[in-house]
């Protein structure tokens, strides 16, 4: 997982991994670890979910993280403009750390009815980008979201 801070990285993974959502914000500091597995095709994937945190001056331990992943989730908010900008970026720099790996974008908090990111931001998007519409407050799109990041990684092997 990874996205500018207060996207709601640490959310989903908890509503994903736990069944659980709280308004409480307690921002990232460095990584957090959760585990979860789910059934794709026949198959079992565990999922170990690194949750790293947003904020720019953690960019060498984000590359540390990322080097090692089999697939990652950027996630961006859909009352925040920037960060679908910032997940573009950030894109473009693990591509070149992971150039074959599968990603998934979470546009998370779809139950904001507030919004700067719609159709016509996601339409420029490359149309290979796998975007998924979720909410970890009402659990919306994120079982969703990890099933089709398993069944991507399953593909590749």
């Known amino acids: 997982m990874i996205g500018l801070h207060g996207v709601g ?13 709280t308004h409480d914000y307690l921002p990232t500091l460095g990584v957090q670890i959760s585990k979860k597995s789910v059934e794709s095709n026949g198959r079992t994937v565990v999922f170990t979910l690194w949750d790293l945190a947003g904020d720019e001056e953690r960019q060498h331990l ?9 697939a990652y989730i950027l996630v961006a908010d859909v009352s925040r403009i920037v960060s679908l900008d910032h997940a ?7 591509q070149l750390l992971l ?14 009815t507030e919004r700067e990111i719609g159709e016509a931001e996601l339409a420029q998007l490359d149309p290979s980008w796998r975007v998924i519409t979720t909410s970890a407050h009402t659990g919306q799109g994120v079982e969703e979201l990890f099933t089709l990041l398993a069944d991507r990684i399953l593909k590749r092997r």
Do not use: C, E, G
């Open 62 to 70: 984000q590359d540390a993280y990322l080097s090692h992943a089999a």
């Open 9 to 21: 990285k640490t959310s989903l993974v908890r509503r994903y991994a736990q069944s659980i959502f």
């Open 88 to 94: 573009k970026v950030l894109q473009r720099r693990i």
């Open 99 to 112: 150039p074959q790996a599968p990603f998934a974008l979470a546009l998370n908090k779809a139950d904001l």
